[in-house]
């Protein structure tokens, strides 16, 4: 009875070395199976993809700023509306620029009368040379029939001596007079009343009055939507103050911060998929690599770490990189500059480059809203100078 009692537990110990050899082969087999799974994984997939959750949304604040200093009358946009580009955002009291553009009206007409005065006293210098050359000639056929005459003594010395002063008297006044011709042809040169140089100067302090009138109208640059909006009614701005922001939505892109050691393989141009927290994983962005930048967060900060000190503690860098986004998604998911994103770079691809081949054929960023059409100023302008230049014209500036 003592042998079957002590075989017993000998028997259980057994099985359960059993087991327990058995339980650590099939962990041992699933662990291998998992990392074999795993490294099979990160070979035919994850190595072909980068992520990072440090990316977030940027984009352009296009600023509007007055080009004048006056005093704001009227607001046309408020945070958050929809503008477009050329449209009125603030409107400035134009009483002083209406004053001055018609104190430049008033100039221009003076100065085409005086351009005029000096155009007549051209064409009655040009009589005036005439005349005096006729009394020189006169003068001289006086002077050459009393030589005539004194020969056989009708004509006395003295006689003859004042025809030969008249004669100096004709041709100096004929010298006088045209040197007061050549001055005021001087003054005339070979052009008309319309473009002479005075005139011409007057008509663009007119037109540069007539501009600084336009532009009590401050107007959007772009076309988006409107953002740190900081005018109010009544301010007296100055040029360069900061009236509000415009962010244009189909310019928004991603900033993505990828490790140092992410980039081996990050070229321009390769497929990105961008998941915002803003709608989560429903959505999903696509773009692509628009470019790497220069230089780690760290290299551009304000105060950029100085690893010469002694103290150096080795941190793995960042690197911003661009990514462009389909603007149509855009429109249907807008997103927000500042959101945060998750951006995964499919790096299959590594034949293109890092750095940009060539400069950009056209603008990033451009604008047409401060071009401003100027064919009615030139009428008015053209109208002045043809209404002081007719015979008893008036002066119409108004």
Same mark, same amino acid.
């Given at each position: 009875?003592?042998?079957?009692?002590?075989?017993?537990?000998?028997?259980?110990?057994?099985?359960?070395?059993?087991?327990?050899?058995?339980?650590?082969?099939?962990?041992?087999?699933?662990?291998?199976?998992?990392?074999?799974?795993?490294?099979?994984?990160?070979?035919?997939?994850?190595?072909?993809?980068?992520?990072?959750?440090?990316?977030?949304?940027?984009?352009?604040?296009?600023? #509007?700023?007055?080009?004048?200093?006056?005093?704001?009358?009227?607001?046309?946009?408020?945070?958050?509306?929809?503008?477009?580009?050329?449209?009125?955002?603030?409107?400035?009291?134009?009483?002083?620029?209406?004053?001055?553009?018609?104190?430049?009206?008033?100039?221009?007409?003076?100065?085409?009368?005086? #351009?005029?005065?000096?155009?007549?006293?051209?064409?009655?210098?040009?009589?005036?040379?005439?005349?005096?050359?006729?009394?020189?000639?006169?003068?001289?056929?006086?002077?050459?029939?009393?030589?005539?005459?004194?020969?056989?003594?009708?004509?006395?010395?003295?006689?003859?001596?004042?025809?030969?002063?008249?004669?100096?008297?004709?041709?100096?006044?004929?010298?006088?007079?045209?040197?007061?011709?050549?001055?005021?042809?001087?003054?005339?040169?070979?052009?008309?009343?319309?473009?002479?140089?005075?005139?011409?100067?007057?008509?663009?302090?007119?037109?540069?009055?007539?501009?600084?009138?336009?532009?009590?109208?401050?107007?959007?640059?772009?076309?988006?939507?409107?953002?740190?909006?900081?005018?109010?009614?009544?301010?007296?701005?100055?040029?360069?103050?900061?009236?509000?922001?415009?962010?244009?939505?189909?310019?928004?892109?991603?900033?993505?911060?990828?490790?140092?050691? $992410?980039?081996?393989?990050?070229?321009?141009?390769?497929?990105?998929?961008?998941?915002?927290?803003?709608?989560?994983?429903?959505?999903?962005?696509?773009?692509?690599?628009?470019?790497?930048?220069?230089?780690?967060?760290?290299?551009?900060?304000?105060?950029?770490?100085?690893?010469?000190?002694?103290?150096?503690?080795?941190?793995?860098?960042?690197?911003?990189?661009?990514?462009?986004?389909?603007?149509?998604?855009?429109?249907?998911?807008?997103?927000?500059?500042?959101?945060?994103?998750?951006?995964?770079?499919?790096?299959?691809?590594?034949?293109?480059? $890092?750095?940009?081949?060539?400069?950009?054929?056209?603008?990033?960023?451009?604008?047409?809203?401060?071009?401003?059409?100027?064919?009615?100023?030139?009428?008015?302008?053209?109208?002045?100078?043809?209404?002081?230049?007719?015979?008893?014209?008036?002066?119409?500036?108004?």
């Amino acid at each position: 009875m003592d042998a079957a009692v002590t075989t017993a537990p000998a028997g259980v110990a057994t099985q359960l070395q059993r087991r327990r050899r058995t339980g650590l082969v099939i962990l041992g087999a699933a662990l291998a199976i998992i990392a074999l799974v795993t490294l099979l994984w990160w070979w035919l997939y994850a190595s072909n993809y980068q992520s990072t959750d440090d990316a977030y949304v940027a984009g352009d604040l296009v600023g #509007v700023m007055s080009q004048l200093t006056g005093t704001v009358v009227a607001i046309g946009a408020d945070e958050t509306d929809r503008v477009q580009a050329g449209q009125e955002l603030v409107k400035l009291d134009g009483t002083d620029e209406r004053l001055a553009l018609t104190a430049a009206e008033q100039q221009l007409a003076r100065t085409v009368r005086q #351009v005029r005065t000096v155009f007549a006293n051209r064409g009655q210098g040009t009589a005036v040379v005439g005349q005096r050359r006729a009394d020189l000639d006169r003068a001289l056929a006086d002077l050459n029939r009393r030589k005539n005459l004194a020969a056989s003594g009708a004509v006395s010395a003295e006689e003859l001596g004042h025809a030969r002063d008249a004669v100096t008297a004709a041709r100096d006044a004929l010298t006088a007079a045209q040197k007061t011709l050549a001055a005021s042809a001087a003054l005339v040169g070979r052009t008309g009343v319309a473009d002479n140089p005075d005139v011409q100067a007057a008509a663009t302090a007119v037109e540069n009055a007539w501009l600084n009138l336009q532009r009590t109208s401050v107007r959007s640059p772009v076309s988006g939507y409107v953002a740190r909006r900081a005018v109010q009614l009544g301010e007296r701005i100055t040029p360069g103050t900061p009236l509000l922001a415009v962010v244009p939505l189909e310019r928004m892109r991603i900033e993505a911060n990828f490790k140092e050691v $992410q980039l081996k393989h990050m070229r321009i141009g390769q497929p990105v998929k961008v998941v915002s927290d803003m709608y989560g994983g429903r959505v999903e962005f696509h773009g692509t690599v628009a470019g790497l930048g220069l230089g780690t967060g760290a290299a551009f900060a304000l105060l950029p770490a100085q690893n010469a000190t002694g103290n150096w503690i080795k941190v793995v860098q960042r690197v911003p990189v661009r990514i462009a986004l389909d603007a149509a998604e855009l429109t249907k998911h807008p997103l927000r500059i500042g959101l945060s994103t998750v951006a995964t770079v499919d790096v299959r691809d590594d034949s293109g480059v $890092q750095l940009a081949a060539a400069a950009h054929g056209q603008p990033v960023l451009s604008t047409r809203a401060y071009d401003i059409e100027r064919a009615e100023i030139t009428a008015r302008i053209a109208q002045i100078v043809h209404d002081n230049t007719r015979e008893g014209g008036a002066v119409t500036a108004e």
